[in-house]
């Protein structure tokens, strides 16, 4: 019996895992907090270049608005070219910025595609934006065809009669009607380019809405 006892005598299982090491376990929680930190501090910081970016669009199109109103009032075709010109590197840099942005958003050491789908979507609207200022500008340069100024280049001119004008024709009832026509397309092609950009202003400025409320909510963190 006794040698029995011996052969089956049950023993405690030794304890084979390795202490807690609370203090390395605080240092890596540090650690990891210390990374994210710079993490969120590196995106505030671009989207707040971003924001810096859209500021710069923005004094560009009041500066290009300016210049085309004084090009109506001068007819200064030259200076308004170079403005046109100084214009559109302003908006290419600007570009070129955000979709710069836009890849760090997307990369893995950041993984916000949110974010860089954000800057997309503004960089979209940007461009119909500009493309409908341009095609705005082209329709008021030209005018409304009923009120365009008549060129007098291919007139003819002699002593005995003067000025031979090759523009008076008989009015018709049919020419009428194709001048109101004329000024109705017109007038529907600026009023589509004039809507169309309002709604890409509208949709810009609701996304930079939530840019900022992203700004705002790391800023809380």
């Excluded at 031979?164 to 600026?190: F, K, P, R, V, W």
């Amino acid at each position: 019996m006794e040698d029995f006892e011996k052969k089956v005598s049950i023993s405690e299982p030794e304890n084979t895992s390795k202490p807690i090491n609370m203090e390395n376990q605080a240092e890596e929680k540090q650690e990891k907090g210390s990374k994210i930190n710079t993490t969120n501090e590196t995106i505030l910081g671009l989207l707040r270049r971003f924001l810096a970016v859209q500021q710069r669009r923005a004094l560009a199109y009041a500066r290009l608005k300016r210049g085309f109103e004084d090009y109506r009032v001068s007819g200064g075709e030259l200076a308004f070219q170079q403005l046109c010109s100084e214009i559109t590197l302003e908006f290419n840099d600007c570009s070129k910025q955000v979709l710069e942005m836009e890849s760090k958003f997307a990369c893995p050491a950041y993984c916000r595609e949110d974010l860089a789908g954000l800057l997309r979507s503004v960089q979209v609207k940007e461009k119909e934006k500009l493309n409908l200022t341009a095609t705005i500008q082209v329709l008021k340069k030209a005018g409304r065809p009923s009120e365009r100024l008549v060129s007098h280049e291919n007139c003819r001119f002699t002593q005995s009669t003067g000025h031979e004008c090759m523009h008076i024709q008989q009015i018709t009832e049919e020419s009428g009607t194709e001048e109101a026509e004329a000024d109705s397309e017109y007038d529907n092609a600026l009023k589509e380019a004039v809507q169309g950009m309002q709604d890409a202003v509208i949709s810009i400025n609701e996304y930079l809405e939530e840019v900022r409320y992203e700004i705002a909510a790391l800023e809380d963190e």
